[in-house]
């Protein structure tokens, strides 16, 4: 049972650090990844034959919104999901309740971590603006592995533990 509790623990840091640093880059390596936000805007990169290029923002202003709206939602994600796996360490040896009433923060940030990529990538990207259709600048793929990976920690933590032994 403890460690069942460890690895849900585990599981909501990991996915903290790995969202910590993917803000991280974007900050300190702004404009790399400003470029994909900007393509994926433009939508310079669909099939020549689309009929779906009057979506296209084409304001740099909007681009900067977009990609910094971006950044303060991983910002967040990661900073849920680092309180919600200090939370639950500090009730590592609780009853059941209390433990589980610990994972609120997590819950918060996994499920709005599955909504920036699965909300903001793939449907608003690579939907509405068409990213899919980019050989350069699709990332349906990895917002995707993403999703699952932060549904499958969700499912998991939500769990509900039973009281330790």
């Given at each position: ?71 303060v939602v ?52 690579g939907e ?38």
């Amino acid at each position: 049972m403890l460690a069942i509790r460890l690895a849900k623990i585990g599981c909501v840091a990991a996915v903290a650090f790995y969202v910590s640093l993917v803000a991280f880059n974007n900050i300190t390596d702004y404009w790399t990844n400003f470029v994909f936000v900007t393509h994926v805007l433009d939508m310079d990169q669909i099939f020549p034959q689309s009929d779906i290029r009057w979506r296209a923002v084409t304001s740099p202003i909007l681009h900067h919104v977009g990609y910094v709206l971006i950044i303060v939602v991983e910002i967040l994600v990661a900073g849920l999901n680092a309180i919600g796996a200090i939370m639950m360490a500090r009730q590592l040896k609780a009853k059941a309740q209390p433990f589980q009433q610990a994972k609120s923060f997590a819950v918060a940030g996994l499920a709005l971590g599955f909504l920036l990529y699965e909300g903001g990538f793939v449907a608003v990207g690579g939907e509405w603006f068409g990213m899919w259709q980019s050989q350069t600048w699709d990332g349906v793929p990895s917002a995707f592995r993403i999703v699952v990976i932060m549904l499958g920690v969700l499912i998991f933590v939500s769990l509900k533990d039973e009281e330790p032994a």
